[in-house]
């Protein structure tokens, strides 16, 4: 049985939360927690999911839950592994699984994660990405895209913003040999949710990278997320790919791109971003998607 | 059974008698064979436990906690740099209230660099919410080892708990040690049970946060249960002598200190040295004595007040200092003696940095210089190196 938007469950693990109207992060944490079950383990270091679902006495979670250090999902994840299978009361169908940042995962927690995929433990890890560190403030992470104004990359009269590009977190789970790893967006939600309840069902560390705009840090209304998410996909700028077995599948490729130009405009994070610097990122962008296709086989088109 | 072993593989014994279901841990000098034991216990089956091999020693502390959180006993050891680098996660271990136990293999601290044994690292640390324990012999690290588990799991302390060894000192040096058999070990040890654990029928959020209005809570129950940690500390001995025949003597160990008029006061294993000279120097007819201080947290600080009642002048020795002040160990025994409201005359002997030997004359030395204080001599500085200044 295959879950989808239609007839994924009414139940709610993660409500009562004080993420912002319009969080792509939440819907990430809300909607995987709805194929995972309630059995599922939950860890979350410090950023905005943990500091929205975890303040004393609003406690958000309906399954089990925790904060880790921030550096320390993936380490944390492997503990609570253990420690069940050690103790034989690990119930069929628990998933141990994390939900952290862009900055928590590509910066910090590299190494962690790392760790946990070298020893093909047995955990979910999903790197919700908003693009910065926004629960400090907006500033710029390893996954912060070229030309985005953060507030230590800020737009000023030298730079339009962040002149580093996105690290490719996905390439490098998948260069340790994971034995799953996708990408994904909330703006494709049945893809989403068929990436979680596939990797749900295999053993060994599995991965999901999922794009998850945030109105407060990009600078768009509350009520655009979803489009948010899915334009950034038909631009190009985000793909939809996995890593299963050793093969690489493109899930979507849109053979033409929508608009980067429109896609870009419509956030404020870069507002300083000149016609030169669109076309800089379209070129980029043609390179990275030459990578995948290369590394690809796709399924549709 | 009897075995002449270092105090690292005293360690592993007590650790494998305890039956922890999951070790993380991450190799640094001189903790290593600790791990290199445990790991072969774990390989040929003498010891059914997870053994975690992490990255770092980060993820060693943030996986025993995340194993903790289910109701596993969980053990982890490090040293140094390493403890260092597992600071953060300390915190979180103590905050979230979960009993991992843990070794630590005292060691200097970098730069210099240096891999030989002081007590820089762990009372650098003395701050994050750890019972932190001192031990002297190999025999002592073994049946700490055991006692930890069951101090620390007690429902009334929910608490982590560091051990410490000397560098070297301990870890690598050989003694015989009485090693007990499992089922002894099993009577004395119960398992851990826990309300502070994820429930699959009744889930629960463990780690969250806590705004100003709830803050000062957590804060003053991880203190009112440290403070409770000595009587349970007191049982846990008690009940350890019964099954043993072994009696430690609490949070500190008063030797010749009663009618004592020149008190030295120290932590781990140099302590045997203290003894010896202070057993010469009453065959001299000098009344010194020697007080151990075994428990740095919680800090016993009135027994040592009360063992230091009728001293004249109080030295301490120890393997730190803490820059620009003076040593940690200094600083806490001030405070016990403030609290009684009366100080005598102080020094504070600082020694055995990066592994340098303290020699038995620097210990006569220093109750030669007690003896001056307490005659009324005056001094400028109380904080004094051993061996002389750069
Ligand atoms: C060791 C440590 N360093 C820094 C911080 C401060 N900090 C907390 S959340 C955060 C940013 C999180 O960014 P990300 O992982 O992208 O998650 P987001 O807030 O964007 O959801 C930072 C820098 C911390 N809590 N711990
Ligand atoms: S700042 Fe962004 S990521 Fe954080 S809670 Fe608000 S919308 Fe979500
Ligand atoms: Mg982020």
Redesign the interface.
């Known amino acids: 049985m295959s879950v989808n938007a239609r007839t994924m469950s009414d139940d709610e693990l993660f409500y009562g939360h004080k993420a912002c109207p319009g969080c792509g992060g939440a819907l990430v944490v809300r909607q995987a927690l709805k194929v995972l079950g309630?059995?599922a383990?939950a860890?979350l270091p410090a950023g905005c999911m943990?500091?929205t679902g975890?303040?004393?006495?609003q406690?958000a979670?309906?399954?089990?839950?925790?904060?880790?250090?921030f550096?320390?999902t993936?380490?944390?994840?492997?503990?609570?592994?253990?420690?069940?299978?050690?103790?034989g009361?690990k119930?069929d169908g628990?998933t141990v699984v994390g939900f952290a940042g862009d900055g928590g995962t590509a910066d910090i927690g590299l190494?962690?994660l790392?760790?946990a995929i070298?020893?093909n433990d047995d955990v979910l890890y999903f790197c919700y990405d908003n693009e910065a560190y926004m629960n400090t403030g907006i500033q710029r992470s390893s996954e912060t895209p070229f030309g985005a104004s953060t507030t230590t990359t800020p737009a000023g009269p030298s730079h339009p913003g962040c002149v580093t590009g996105k690290k490719d977190l996905f390439a490098m789970v998948a260069a340790q040999g994971i034995p799953y790893a996708a990408t994904a967006s909330i703006g494709y939600p049945n893809d989403l949710l068929k990436k979680v309840e596939k990797a749900r069902d295999i053993r060994g560390t599995r991965f999901i990278h999922v794009m998850a705009p945030c109105p407060v840090g990009w600078g768009f209304p509350s009520s655009d997320t979803i489009a948010l998410g899915k334009g950034i996909v038909d631009c190009g700028l985000w793909y939809l790919a996995e890593y299963e077995d050793g093969r690489f599948t493109l899930n979507r490729d849109p053979g033409r791109f929508a608009s980067v130009a429109d896609h870009l405009r419509s956030q404020s994070r870069y507002r300083a971003l000149t016609d030169a610097d669109i076309v800089t990122i379209e070129a980029h962008r043609d390179q990275v998607w030459q990578r995948l296709r290369q590394r690809c086989s796709c399924e549709s088109s | 059974m009897r075995r002449f072993i270092s105090g690292n593989d005293a360690f592993a014994e007590g650790v494998r008698l305890a039956r922890p279901?999951?070790i993380?841990a991450y190799p640094i000098t001189p903790q290593t064979t600790v791990v290199e034991a445990l790991s072969s216990m774990v390989e040929d089956g003498r010891l059914q436990?997870?053994y975690?091999?992490?990255?770092?020693e980060?993820?060693?502390l943030?996986?025993?906690?995340?194993?903790?959180?289910?109701?596993?006993r969980?053990f982890t050891a490090t040293s140094s740099q390493g403890l260092l680098y597992m600071a953060?996660?300390l915190t979180?271990v103590a905050g979230?209230r979960f009993p991992v136990v843990m070794m630590n293999a005292n060691r200097a601290l970098a730069l210099p660099w240096n891999i030989y044994g002081d007590q820089r690292d762990s009372l650098a640390l003395l701050d994050h919410g750890w019972i932190q324990l001192y031990v002297q012999d190999n025999q002592e690290a073994l049946d700490a080892a055991l006692m930890a588990f069951a101090i620390a799991e007690d429902s009334r302390v929910s608490l982590p708990f560091m051990v410490n060894l000397d560098g070297f000192a301990l870890t690598h040096t050989y003694e015989p040690v009485d090693v007990p058999d499992q089922a002894a070990a099993d009577e004395f040890l119960p398992p851990y049970v826990t309300a502070n654990k994820?429930?699959?029928d009744h889930?629960?959020?463990?780690?969250?946060?806590?705004?100003p209005e709830?803050n000062r809570y957590y804060a003053h129950a991880h203190h009112r249960d440290m403070v409770a940690a000595e009587s349970v500390i007191d049982e846990v001995e008690e009940r350890f002598a019964a099954r043993f025949g072994r009696r430690y003597p609490g949070l500190v160990e008063a030797y010749r200190c009663d009618d004592a008029e020149t008190v030295l006061v120290t932590l781990g294993s140099i302590a045997g040295l203290v003894r010896d000279v202070v057993d010469e120097l009453r065959a001299e007819g000098r009344p010194v004595g020697l007080l151990r201080i075994r428990y740095m947290r919680p800090f016993p600080a009135a027994a040592i007040a009360e063992a230091l009642r009728g001293a004249s002048a109080v030295g301490v020795l120890e393997k730190d200092i803490s820059y620009g002040a003076e040593g940690t160990v200094f600083t806490n025994v001030l405070s016990a003696l403030a609290r009684r409201g009366s100080v005598p005359p102080v020094r504070d002997f600082i020694g055995g940095l990066g592994g340098d030997d303290i020699t038995r004359e620097q210990i006569r030395d220093a109750f030669a210089e007690l003896e001056r204080a307490a005659a009324g001599e005056q001094y400028v500085d109380p904080v004094m190196f051993l061996g002389g200044a750069a």
């Open positions: 309630k059995d383990v860890a943990s500091a975890f303040n004393f006495p406690l979670f309906a399954n089990n839950a925790m904060i880790t250090p550096a320390a993936a380490s944390v994840l492997s503990g609570i592994e253990a420690g069940l299978r050690a103790q009361i119930p628990c190494q962690a790392s760790g070298d020893r | 279901h999951v993380s436990a997870e975690l091999h992490v990255e770092s980060h993820s060693a943030s996986a025993a906690m995340g194993a903790s959180a289910t109701g596993a969980t953060e996660c979180y979230g994820f429930d699959f889930p629960v959020s463990l780690g969250y946060s806590a705004g709830f």
